[in-house]
């Protein structure tokens, strides 16, 4: 079956630019995740969706960053005035159990902020 | 700041070998332990995962091996092959969803 989608694969943008990130989870899938990785590091934890409300958005890192599941599948994150310290790869993930086992990540959306 | 500290940064093996990576932590909260493969432009994909109360788990080539004392936890790949070729990282949560990860090891197999 299909894996999580995610789109654009790469985007760039003018600083002080808004940007929507999409992620299409597996079907199914009620939990869904989204991690920024910047350079050589480990994927950090941004927001995480169970159906349609955000249960945890501490990973936010400023009011800047948004996202919203309306129907309980897709999701968008969506940055506001972008800076070029935004430019990183943006991993959705979603897993079928509510607990969080087993995430399956996309092949992320990266980001480049001139 | 890094609550799971993973090492090396990065290791060559020649095909056959033994990849050992590392990784500790500190929360003793955390109570879910994955590790995670990860080719270039590809996002990360579980590759096997252990909870606390077991010292040892193996899938295939792969073991896992858990120190809750130590606060640390290892992944050994056996017989390494080019294929295994790939970034590595170590993971811990304490609510199951929330995923903090090491900074990985990029693993290299000569043939």
């Known amino acids: 079956g299909a894996g999580v989608s995610q789109t654009p694969s790469n985007k760039v943008t003018e600083k002080g630019k808004y940007v929507e990130l999409r992620c299409d989870p597996i079907s199914g899938h009620t939990a869904l995740y989204w991690y920024r990785q910047s350079l050589g590091q480990g994927p950090e934890f941004l927001i995480y969706?169970?159906?349609?409300?955000?249960?945890?958005d501490s990973g936010l890192p400023n009011d800047r960053f948004f996202a919203v599941r309306p129907e309980g599948s897709v999701s968008t994150l969506k940055i506001q005035r972008t800076e070029r310290g935004d430019s990183a790869v943006y991993l959705c993930?979603?897993?079928?159990?509510?607990?969080?086992?087993?995430?399956?990540f996309g092949p992320g959306t990266r980001l480049t902020v001139t | 700041q890094q609550q799971v500290k993973q090492s090396p940064q990065s290791l060559i093996v020649q095909k056959g070998g033994i990849s050992i990576i590392n990784c500790a932590y500190e929360n003793t909260a955390f109570d879910y332990f994955p590790w995670y493969q990860q080719f270039p432009g590809k996002g990360p994909a579980l590759l096997i995962a252990?909870?606390?109360?077991?010292s040892e788990k193996k899938e295939g080539r792969f073991t896992i091996s858990f120190n809750k004392s130590a606060k640390q936890f290892s992944l050994h790949i056996m017989d390494s092959q080019p294929g295994d070729s790939a970034t590595y990282f170590c993971?811990?949560?304490?609510?199951?969803?929330?995923?903090?990860f090491g900074a990985g090891t990029t693993v290299t197999v000569r043939a």
């Open positions: 252990i909870r606390p109360d077991v």
């Open positions: 969706f169970q159906g349609t409300g955000a249960a945890d």
């Open positions: 993971a811990a949560s304490e609510n199951d969803y929330k995923l903090s």
């Open positions: 993930a979603s897993s079928l159990d509510p607990s969080g086992y087993e995430q399956y």
